[in-house]
C-alpha cells in the first residue's frame, strides 16, 4: 500500500443499524483537513469506522487512494485513528504505547527507536518516555496518541473529537500541532468536531451529515456566510442573526 498522500472516496456506501439506515457518496481530498460534522447521532462515527474497516458497508466502495480498500481488516488499510479517550494502554509506559505504532509486539529495531524518539520530541513530549498514561495530563495523553500515529505512518489520519475534553487554548495548541504535522507529512486528515472554531481554524473544507446523510460538503468558506447551507447555519445556532441582520 503506498504511503504517499491519498484521499478518501465513499462511494454509495450504504449501512444499516437497527434503528437507520446511512447511504453516504463523498470525497476527501488528498493532503487536506476536513472537519466531519452535524449533529448528535447522525452517524460521524459510523464514517470514520467504515473508512477505518471496523464496520463493513452492506453495499458501496470505499477508495484510499487508488485502492479499494472495501473489505479489508482494519490494519491493512492505511489509516490511524484516534479517539476523543482510551487511546493508549494503561499499564505500559509512553515509549511503549508509541513503539505500538511501529510495531504490535514491540519488537522494535534501532530505526523505530529513533523515530520513536523523533515522534516524542515531535509532540513536545520528550522526557516522559518512562510515564504512565495515568501520570499524563489528558493532553499529553492524546500528544501519545498523535506520536503513536507519527509512527504508524499511514496517509490518511482520522480523529474522532480527538480533544472535545480539553479547555479550549489547549484544544487550539493541539489542533496547531495537528496542522503542522499534516502539513509537514501531507497527511489526509478527517476529523469530528462539534465546534465551528476548530473547523475555522484548521480545516480547508467541512463534510457536514445529517441522519446518515451528506447534507453538505465543501469549502470551509462556503458554510459561514450569509449563503451557507441551511442546515449548517441551524446546527451552529446561527439562524435567526443573518435575519436579523437582513432587516
Ligand atoms: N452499535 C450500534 N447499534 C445500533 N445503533 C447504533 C450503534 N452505534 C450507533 N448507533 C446509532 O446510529 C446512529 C449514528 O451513530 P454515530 O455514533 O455514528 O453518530 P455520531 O454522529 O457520531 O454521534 P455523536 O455526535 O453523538 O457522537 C445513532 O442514531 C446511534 O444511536
Request: hydrophobic content about 40%; aromatic content about 6%.
Amino acid at each position: 500500500m503506498s504511503k504517499e498522500a491519498a484521499g478518501i472516496g465513499l462511494e454509495h456506501v450504504r449501512f444499516s443499524y437497527p434503528d437507520m439506515t446511512m447511504d453516504f457518496d463523498v470525497e476527501v481530498p488528498s493532503g487536506s483537513i476536513t472537519a466531519l460534522m452535524g449533529p448528535s447521532g447522525s452517524g460521524k462515527s459510523t464514517i470514520l469506522d467504515l473508512i477505518a474497516g471496523f464496520r463493513e458497508p452492506d453495499s458501496g466502495r470505499i477508495l484510499i487512494g487508488n485502492d479499494d480498500v472495501t473489505g479489508l481488516p482494519p490494519d491493512r488499510r492505511p489509516v490511524s485513528m484516534i479517539f476523543q479517550e482510551n487511546n493508549l494502554f494503561g499499564h505500559i509506559d509512553v515509549a511503549k504505547n508509541v513503539g505500538l505504532g511501529r510495531s504490535p509486539s514491540l519488537r522494535l529495531t534501532e530505526t523505530d527507536h529513533a523515530d520513536v524518539a523523533d515522534a516524542l520530541a515531535r509532540t513536545g513530549l520528550a522526557g516522559m518516555e518512562r510515564r504512565l498514561p495515568r501520570e499524563l495530563s489528558g493532553g499529553e495523553r492524546q500528544r501519545v496518541a498523535l506520536a503513536r500515529a507519527l509512527v504508524r505512518d499511514r496517509p490518511v489520519l482520522l480523529m474522532d473529537e480527538p480533544f472535545a475534553s480539553l479547555g479550549p487554548a489547549l484544544r487550539n495548541e493541539m489542533l496547531d500541532l495537528v496542522l503542522e504535522l499534516q502539513a509537514e507529512r501531507a497527511l489526509t486528515v478527517l476529523f469530528v468536531t462539534h465546534h465551528p472554531d476548530d473547523a475555522r481554524r484548521v480545516a480547508s473544507r467541512i463534510i457536514f451529515i445529517e441522519a446518515g446523510r451528506i447534507a453538505a460538503a465543501g469549502p470551509v468558506s462556503d458554510f459561514f456566510g450569509e449563503d451557507g447551507p441551511a442546515a449548517f447555519q441551524h446546527y451552529i445556532g446561527n439562524e435567526g442573526r443573518f435575519a436579523r441582520k437582513a432587516t
